[in-house]
């Protein structure tokens, strides 16, 4: 009967950690491989051992180190992880925005000029639209085009490989 007891008491306390440890997965961020709550070198170097050949990852922990989510636990997910403990990313999983498109949300409050007048870009503002539809303002952006000789001028804006046009219009000096 006190045996009885015991194995049962056992079990329960079985069940009551795996209760534990399933809800301490759920809440654990990701990239936590030793399941202390936190995401730092000591996860690095569990992740960089396995990769290495050198350590050993249980089934959940394999689950917190496949940082880009491909399936498989790779150099990948150590340079992720690494970028991310030195502060290099911001969030994991990194996910590439891939290539954007700019959109002009509003034109310069100027566009006609005087000759020999310099071109004023107050007013202008750009945002750029990201393939994962990541939206996000603009504001080191460059531009060419502008010449202060009479006539219609295209400006192009560019900003991290992607283009966007505008037109202003440079009248002559009155004589
Ligand atoms: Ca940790
Ligand atoms: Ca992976």
């Known amino acids: 009967m006190k045996l009885v007891r015991i194995v049962a008491a056992l079990l329960c306390a ?3 950690s795996l209760a534990l440890s399933g809800s301490a997965y759920a809440e654990n961020p990701l990239g936590d491989i030793d399941f202390d709550g936190d995401v730092d070198y000591d996860d690095c170097r ?3 051992d396995y990769v290495a050949g050198s350590g050993f990852l ?3 922990q394999m689950r ?4 880009d989510g491909d399936g498989g636990i ?3 997910d150590c340079a992720q992880l690494l970028h991310y403990v030195t502060g290099v990313l911001s969030a994991l999983p990194y996910v590439h925005r891939g290539r954007g498109r700019l959109a002009i949300i509003s034109y ?3 566009t006609e000029y005087t000759e020999g007048e310099k071109i004023d870009m107050t007013g ?3 945002q750029i639209v990201y393939s994962n539809g990541d939206i996000l303002p603009v504001e080191n952006y460059s531009y060419s085009g502008y010449s202060s000789t009479p006539g ?3 400006i192009v804006v560019s900003y991290a490989g992607a283009r966007v046009a505008f037109v202003v219009t440079v009248y002559p000096a009155q004589q």
């Open 14 to 16: 079985c069940a009551l």
């Open 46 to 48: 569990l992740l960089f």
């Open 58 to 60: 249980s089934i959940a």
């Open 64 to 67: 917190a180190a496949d940082i």
């Open 74 to 76: 790779t150099p990948a």
């Open 108 to 110: 310069p409050d100027k």
């Open 124 to 126: 202008f503002e750009l």
């Open 152 to 154: 219609v001028k295209i």
